[in-house]
């Protein structure tokens, strides 16, 4: 429907190829039972009208009966403007949102209350705008429409009313820059029909709007419409053969300016409701669509336009909005074989904008109400990002914590204002975060740390020299600056009480830092009884990198690389404890490759876990510490070029695989990848997803999830604003 609100949020409109053929006139199929238009329950919003016929205002909620009668306004003048009214869980919910303020900008949450506006309930969490919100039939789903300022542009989500966790099906079913709106779902719940208006498939974006449909999950979308006219509101029938449209037949575009700004930028003639048979595409138009200007004559109801059509539950009858005069606006019905169209309910003090019919009928479980966010997840996501701002593309590199759906997002911000977070990792607990970041190098001062203990010395690092050359080849060259400005901090997880962990001159005295070097420090990760820190320790002199390990007590430091290499040339990176704590994963890269060892938590009993060809590097353990899963490449570029890939060097976007390998048995199997790139997996802290981080078809980073025993990847969200880098789940 194109009003004040949809204009400013869901006007886009597409234009395409001719309209089909007229539509046979079979009888619909009823899926329930006939019940008669007067004994369902309507509930609608609606606008004042003033006494020059404009309109405006805080919109309310009210309910009627099927026969118009029993009027009743259930929300109250309270500074909200109320919207999106619909029926859920069997008629005993209202579904809606609302926000603070006539003018749209903000928070415009989701919220459910009784038929009577009592017991409110807030749904959503986010505080940007939701809209046109709609419950699966069974209960368990909420599909909805959202304008995020991580999309350029509306997109359809659904969220898990158990877990309270959000999708972006848009970008599951591959929709980039898509403008999608206006979803409905099928009786059935297996199917979401929606408005559609360019990007899904990668074409440019234009001015018009199509109906397309999709599985529930977001998968296998195609079009139903592809013609010449503006298709929007779609609702399919009960029986599933038929869906109800409102489309704009007029000449040129629907609307006096763009971006529409009121109702008023958008035309009321020409707008018809359409029955359109998804199987054959033949149609049937149910009204004429005409400028109904007279208030002394107002047009019969299928005279004039029509918008929201809503199918009785039974299929026979479409209801929908239309204006029949400047004065007789409203609510209208109509018989599904277009006879016997009639108003409904018009009020001469209101605007009708928006509606919704009920018969009551039982789809959903009892307790499903009950159910809502009984089991949302108490896991959390830690990621760093470059968001890229709204001026000029300025960007700035940010640690964020959000929910485990990566749907809401705080910035975390260190009490030190110098520190941009690079990689980050929570403690088990979640108490305290341990990140690198880049400072300042005064290489006048070395400042070897911590102190040999009494009577000992110190004990220069050394490599033997015939393997220099070994030592140059290790492909393991840094990004452009001094390695050795990144160092790692710790700080509470609301930001406070940072402390530097590390400087350039932190060593094992054992295998000390030669002079003239500064090693950098980075990726740590903190054992889970959090006495260790274990991180990457790298020369920027002979491009070694080493595993040291941080007594976070003591401040004692072990380079547990060389308890196995001795004084040969190596580049270990990477290591995670495993979650008993007795074991570290890492990967080491020689010549020709980058494989995955284990070693004790005291640098013994190193064991390799890979012997192939390929680059596999990122190695992160399963909850349970039975698996281990890592990013494979097996193409022929190199992509070992720094000490840890990232997208923005320019890695090849295919041959990258996401490979779990079952610790005892050295069983391995592909769970993703091979046409995407993979970076950084991790396990979900159930145990039941690989998340890594890949890029889609944005052209953008973002974090990827799959099944942990494969399947089709998808984003968590599809974000443009933020590039998402490095990320932690807990």
């Known amino acids: 429907m194109r009003r004040d609100l949809v204009a400013t949020l869901f006007a886009a409109l597409i234009v395409a190829t001719a309209a089909g053929a007229a539509l046979a006139a079979a009888p619909l199929s009823a899926v329930r039972q006939p019940t008669a238009v007067a004994d369902l329950k309507v509930v609608f919003a609606a606008l004042d009208r003033r006494t020059d016929h404009s309109v405006g205002g805080l919109q309310q909620i009210y309910t009627a009966n099927g026969d118009g009668t029993g009027v009743t306004r259930i929300t109250s003048d309270d500074g909200y403007f109320y919207d999106w009214p619909v029926w859920a869980f069997n008629g005993t919910k209202i579904v809606y949102t609302a926000r603070k303020g006539e003018r749209p900008g903000g928070e415009e949450a989701i919220w459910m209350m009784d038929p009577d506006g009592s017991h409110r309930v807030k749904l959503s969490a986010n505080l940007w705008r939701n809209a046109q919100p709609k419950v699966s039939p069974d209960g368990r789903w909420l599909v909805f429409a959202s304008v995020w300022e991580e ?37 059935d719940g297996a199917s979401i029909v929606f408005a559609y208006s360019g990007g899904r498939l990668g074409e440019a974006k234009t001015s018009g709007t199509q109906i397309w449909t999709m599985k529930f999950d977001g998968t296998d979308a195609r079009a139903l419409t592809a013609d010449t006219h503006y298709n929007t509101d779609p609702m399919v029938s009960p029986d599933g053969r038929l869906v109800a449209i409102s489309s704009y037949r007029g000449a040129g575009v629907p609307r006096h300016a763009w971006p529409p700004q009121s109702a008023g930028d958008i035309f009321l003639q020409d707008w018809r409701l359409v029955l359109r048979d998804t199987t054959t595409g033949a149609e049937r138009e149910l009204t004429r669509g005409e400028r109904c200007a007279d208030a002394a004559f107002p047009c019969a109801a299928d005279r004039g336009p029509a918008w929201v059509p809503k199918w009785s539950p039974d299929g026979k009858h479409v209801g929908y909005l239309t204006v029949r005069s400047p004065v007789d606006s409203g609510i209208a019905v109509v018989g599904a074989d277009g006879s016997g169209a009639r108003p409904l309910i018009e009020l001469a003090s209101k605007s009708i904008t928006w509606w919704d019919w009920t ?14 966010g009984s089991a949302a997840p108490p896991a959390r996501l830690l990621f760093s990002a470059a968001v890229y ?44 975060i341990v990140f690198t970041a880049r400072v300042p190098v005064d290489r006048s001062a070395p400042a070897p740390a911590p102190p040999p203990p009494p009577g000992e010395d110190r004990r220069v690092h050394f490599t033997f020299a015939e393997l220099d050359s070994i030592a140059g080849s290790l492909e393991t060259a840094r990004a452009a600056g001094d390695v050795a400005q990144e160092q790692i901090f710790m700080m509470a997880a609301d930001g406070s009480d940072v402390r530097q962990l590390t400087t350039p001159w932190t060593e094992d005295y054992l295998d000390a830092i030669p002079p003239g070097d500064a090693r950098g420090n980075t990726d740590p990760d ?7 820190l274990i991180f990457t320790n790298v020369s920027s002199l002979t491009q070694e990198s080493f595993i040291l390990r941080m007594d976070l007590g003591t401040g004692e430091v072990i380079n547990l690389t060389n308890m196995t290499s001795g004084a040969v040339p190596v580049a270990d990176a990477e290591a995670r404890f495993s979650p008993d704590g007795r074991t570290i994963a ?15 938590v005291d640098g013994t009993d190193l064991r390799a876990i890979t012997d192939d060809v390929h680059a596999n590097v990122g190695p992160a353990w399963s909850p349970d510490g039975r698996w281990l899963v890592y990013a494979s490449y097996r193409g022929g570029a190199s992509v070992l070029g720094s000490e840890e890939p990232t997208p923005a060097q320019g890695l090849p976007l295919k041959d990258w695989y996401a490979v779990a390998v079952e610790v005892a048995s050295g069983a391995a199997r592909v769970v993703a990848g091979g046409d995407q790139l993979v970076l950084r997996p991790a396990w979900s802290p159930d145990g039941r997803q690989i998340a890594f981080i890949s890029v889609g078809p944005t052209g953008q980073p973002d974090i990827y999830v799959v099944d942990r025993d494969g399947g089709l990847p998808h984003p968590l969200q599809m974000t443009i604003r933020s590039k998402e880098a490095f990320f932690d789940w807990r």
């Open 389 to 432: 701002g709204a001026d000029e593309g300025s960007s700035s590199s940010s640690l964020y914590a959000s929910t485990a759906d990566r749907w809401i997002a705080a910035p975390v911000t260190p009490a030190r204002g110098d520190l941009a977070p690079i990689k980050a990792r929570w403690t088990r607990d979640r108490s305290h």
């Open 359 to 372: 018969d009551g009928a039982v789809t959903a479980p009892r307790d499903a109400v009950d159910r809502i």
């Open 526 to 532: 903190v054992s889970p009884d959090g006495r260790y």
């Open 586 to 600: 890492l990967r080491s890269s020689f010549v020709g490759g980058s494989q995955i060892y284990l070693m004790n």
């Open 151 to 187: 999309t350029p542009e509306l997109a359809i989500y659904r969220m898990d009313l158990t877990t309270l966790q959000v999708e972006n099906l848009t970008a599951r079913g591959g929709g980039t820059y898509s403008f999608e709106s206006d979803p409905n779902i099928a009786a």
